[in-house]
């Protein structure tokens, strides 16, 4: 049946199957639950740390052995992934702590692995926390002021990538958005015996206020300029297109809208065009814009976290990375 024949018939009542929460939800056509979450967790180095993020309620910086405590609760509430965020101890103009041996994720992924081998981790593959400017490449002072040098860049993050992969890393996730990365970090791990571990890409990755609490969490802040030099212009949608093509060919496995509510869009139409598997990014700015509104009691909290992850499904995503993760994994215990 078309569109078009809706209302030649003489008894229309969609309310028939609104009756009742039994048939409701026998009719949804969408469903959360936790097999598709991913919850972000920061790294630093420390003992028994749990340093609370200001703008971001519930969200904490944990040291390595706090982290995998955080890591087994997730992993006792059924969710499956975690995504690992380090903070360096020093920052440099090389991101050096990006591919350190013993850099803060590598690290932390080592012990993840041990403690909780069925666990998940996808690693971010980024340089601006390592970065003394907070750039998420190498940065060149011309007489034009401050430029992004991308070719230089990718040598970087491969070498991130690999050092994630060794440490044991079951997924890399390249966020710097440089063109050519998913390319040159597949054929670096590839070379290094990796062929297994699948990339991640945040392939339409905006530049985007909502990033605002994740740059105190990350303490990633760039200090001069922006990134929308290598971010996308959040008025383009065919350009995020050609991002994620652009990236499924260079060989990723799984691609990323970000941020998530607001680029429901998108998400639609990665999702129809190439059919992969596709993730939304529910970034810190989402989250805490959530959590002070409930905080005043202005909204539900758990209503609408769980309304927008609905609606993210529902556009396409298939995975679903959220600051919430854990409370949502309670709640869909509960209901
Ligand atoms: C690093 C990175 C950022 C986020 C994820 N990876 C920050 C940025 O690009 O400035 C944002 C995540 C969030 O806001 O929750 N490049």
Redesign the pocket.
């Known amino acids: 049946m078309s569109l078009k024949m809706i209302g030649q018939f003489p008894v229309c009542r969609p309310r028939r199957l609104r009756q009742s929460g039994a048939l409701r939800r026998l009719v949804a056509e969408t469903r959360l639950d936790v097999s598709p979450l991913v919850l972000?967790l920061f790294v630093r180095a420390g003992r028994k740390l749990r340093k609370p993020i200001g703008a971001m309620p519930g969200v904490f910086q944990f040291s390595p052995d706090e982290l995998v405590r955080e890591a087994a609760v997730a992993q006792a509430l059924g969710i499956p992934a975690v995504l690992l965020?380090g903070i360096p101890e020093k920052k440099d103009t090389q991101a050096t702590g990006a591919y350190a041996r013993n850099g803060m994720v590598q690290q932390a992924v080592r012990l993840l692995k041990k403690e909780l081998p069925g666990l998940l981790v996808i690693t971010?593959v980024?340089?601006?926390?390592y970065m003394v400017h907070g750039h998420?490449g190498i940065v060149h002072a011309g007489p034009r002021g401050a430029k992004i040098l991308n070719d230089p860049t990718l040598k970087l993050l491969a070498r991130a990538a690999v050092s994630h992969a060794e440490a044991g890393a079951d997924i890399v996730a390249p966020?710097?958005?440089m063109d050519g990365r998913v390319r040159v970090i597949r054929s670096a791990l590839d070379g290094a015996g990796f062929d297994d571990t699948p990339i991640m890409s945040?392939a339409a990755?905006f530049?985007?206020a909502?990033?605002?609490?994740?740059?105190e969490?990350?303490e990633?802040?760039?200090k001069y300029g922006d990134?929308r030099s290598y971010?996308m212009d959040a008025a383009n949608a065919n350009e995020a297109l050609r991002e994620v093509a652009l990236d499924i060919q260079e060989g990723a496995d799984i691609v990323m809208v970000?941020?998530a509510l607001a680029y429901l869009d998108i998400l639609h139409r990665v999702k129809a065009t190439f059919g992969y598997p596709t993730a939304a990014?529910?970034?810190?700015?989402?989250?805490s814009m959530i959590k002070a509104a409930a905080a005043r009691g202005w909204i539900d909290e758990r209503a609408v976290t769980l309304e927008s992850l609905l609606a993210m499904r529902r556009a396409g995503a298939d995975i679903l990375i959220t600051?919430a993760a854990m409370d949502v994994a309670k709640w869909l215990k509960e209901s």
């Not at 909502?210 to 740059?215: E, S, V």
């Not at 990014?281 to 989250?287: L, P």
Request: hydrophobic share 30%.
């Open positions: 972000p965020f971010d980024c340089l601006c926390q998420c966020s710097d958005m945040y990755k530049a985007s909502f990033y605002g609490p994740f740059r969490a990350a990633s802040a760039p990134r971010q970000k941020p990014y529910a970034v810190s700015g989402e989250f600051y």
